[in-house]
């Protein structure tokens, strides 16, 4: 193959964010935080996206810190996977 037809494949995405809940099996809901300025009225919102994760080991826990990257669809809502944990919930 030439270089032209071998393209890299993209980056894939990489989040961080709190862990909400943890009670499904091998699954976690992981809230990120965003502040973002509204377009007309230039007040400061705060917005959360509420990502599902997976975690094969169940590892996480409820107020953990978390990395998580994109991956395939792994189930109707799961298309995120856990890469590692940064800080332990106190």
Known sequence: MSEEQQQERPRRKVREG?????KMDKTIVV??????????YQRTIARRRRLYAHDPANEAREGDRVE????????????WRLVRIVERAR
Do not use: W
């Open 31 to 40: 809230e990120i935080h965003q502040r973002v300025r509204h377009p007309r």
């Open 18 to 22: 709190i862990v909400a809940s943890a």
């Open 68 to 79: 998580i990257a994109e991956t395939r669809p792994l189930s109707r809502l799961k298309r």
